[in-house]
């Protein structure tokens, strides 16, 4: 009889909990999770800059803002992996998302590297492998509707914006922070 009631107890709070955390995430918009302190990169930093400055503060992307501090785009870790020495396109017929080029002829392989690999003294800045757009979400939008459209965009990171001004940033991270503290 001890154990039905505890088994018992378990499945009314195991209920409760789930009924609680779903009614809560429903009640949740985009300011209550934004990050209102927003790292703004540079559209003018080298790619150097760019990756000294995603190490040092441990994020993978983030806004662009010209030298007026106008919003202009984002750039993320997919931005330089795109833009980078091994980024081929339609090599041998094939689509730009295949990972595996195992079926190149190495000759040719190493004749292409040297070729895609940016010169010591070219200045490829922020601006030439920015996305030139940004998704943009109102402060009172709810979390549901900013994970639908992360998820349809498939992006990592939206802006949080009034009126064209930018309030803050909502990461995947973000996201699942809210999901394992529920």
């Known amino acids: 009889m001890r154990f039905a009631l505890q088994s018992i107890e378990y499945i009314i709070l195991s209920v409760s909990v789930r009924y609680f955390t779903e009614a809560t995430m429903k009640e949740l918009i ?3 999770i934004m990050k209102a302190d927003v790292l703004s990169i540079h559209a003018d930093w080298t790619l ?6 995603l190490n040092e503060h441990s994020i993978t992307g983030g806004p662009v803002v010209d030298d007026a501090g106008t919003l202009v785009g984002v750039v993320s870790t997919t931005d330089i992996v795109r833009n980078s ?7 041998q017929g094939k689509k730009t998302t295949d990972y ?3 079926d190149i002829d190495p000759a040719y392989f190493n004749q292409l590297i040297p070729s895609l690999a ?4 070219q200045d490829v800045t922020v601006r030439d492998i920015m996305t030139p757009m940004t998704f943009n979400v109102s402060r009172d939008m709810r979390i549901q509707q900013v994970a639908d459209a992360m998820i349809r965009g498939r992006i990592h990171r939206v802006l949080v ?3 064209d001004k ?3 940033i909502i990461t995947t ?3 699942l922070d809210i999901l394992r503290n529920q």
């Open 30 to 32: 985009a300011q209550d």
């Open 48 to 53: 150097e800059e760019l990756a000294d400055f």
């Open 173 to 175: 991270m973000d996201l």
């Open 161 to 163: 914006t009034d009126d």
């Open 100 to 102: 595996f080029r195992d």
């Open 118 to 121: 940016a010169q010591k003294g």
């Open 85 to 91: 020495t091994f980024a081929f396109k339609n090599v």
């Open 166 to 168: 930018l309030l803050g």
